[in-house]
T-cell receptor, first 113, second 113 residues
Framework: KAGVTQTPRYLIKTRGQQVTLSCSPI?????VSWYQQTPGQGLQFLFE???????NKGNFPGRFSGRQFSNSRSEMNVSTLELGDSALYLC????????????FGPGTRLLVL | DAKTTQPPSMDCAEGRAANLPCNHS???????VYWYRQIHSQGPQYIIH?????ETNEMASLIITEDRKSSTLILPHATLRDTAVYYC??????WGAGNMLTFGGGTRLMVKP
């Protein structure tokens, strides 16, 4: 069974631009979560989607948004990029919410110049 | 979710057992202990989880104290490929509880030849 895939793997943007990252969960998984990882703040939860509904949201500004499609694929969008948004963005999927195991993708490394 | 405390770093000789401790003194009765690891620049990888009984799988063993206030992850025969940051996380794993994982700083395990 294929794992979680994230595209693109690497991205360079400039301040003020917006970016959309994509995550395809493991086949059959309906829950997708997003995390941001930076050297200073570590791994931080962004948001979680289940059956196209946002279930939880972390403490991030409104510039960070996401959505989930009927096939469980998810996208996250960051508008008006800031230098501090440079990070590794990780997506994790699980069968449903509240289950034991989440499987992480390889991440998208975003560099904002 | 309860907070966890882990040593920031540990060394282990290749071929020896690596014992990674975690303190979770405020854990609630319905919270599980999960372990993930993150090899440099990759997505976190699930290792094992448990509620109150000791658990073992092909990767590791998890020993939880009787009062559930601490646990130890054991890698029985550490290899160089086990060099990673290991995260101990406690969370509720029930339907409707959400899938948010709260990562702390983790333990950076260095396996040396």
């Amino acid at each position: 069974k294929a794992g979680v895939t994230q595209t693109p793997r690497y991205l360079i943007k400039t301040r003020g631009q917006q970016v959309t990252l994509s995550c395809s969960p493991i086949s059959g998984h309906r829950s997708v979560s997003w995390y941001q990882q930076t050297p200073g703040q570590g791994l931080q939860f962004l948001f979680e989607y289940f059956s196209e509904t946002q279930r939880n949201k972390g403490n991030f500004p409104g510039r960070f948004s996401g959505r989930q499609f009927s096939n469980s694929r998810s996208e996250m969008n960051v508008s008006t990029l800031e230098l501090g948004d440079s990070a590794l963005y990780l997506c994790a999927s699980s069968l449903r919410e509240g289950t034991e195991t989440q499987y992480f993708g390889p991440g998208t490394r975003l560099l904002v110049l | 979710d309860a907070k966890t405390t882990q040593p920031p770093s540990m060394d282990c000789a290749e071929g020896r057992a690596a014992n990674l401790p975690c303190n979770h003194s405020t854990i609630s009765g319905n919270e599980y202990v999960y372990w993930y690891r993150q090899i440099h620049s990759q997505g976190p990888q699930y290792i094992i989880h448990g509620l109150k009984n000791n658990e073992t799988n092909e990767m590791a063993s998890l020993i939880i104290t009787e009062d559930r206030k601490s646990s130890t992850l054991i890698l029985p025969h550490a290899t160089l490929r086990d060099t990673a940051v290991y995260y101990c996380i406690v969370r509720v794993a029930d339907w409707g509880a959400g899938n948010m994982l709260t990562f702390g700083g983790g333990t950076r395990l260095m396996v040396k030849p």
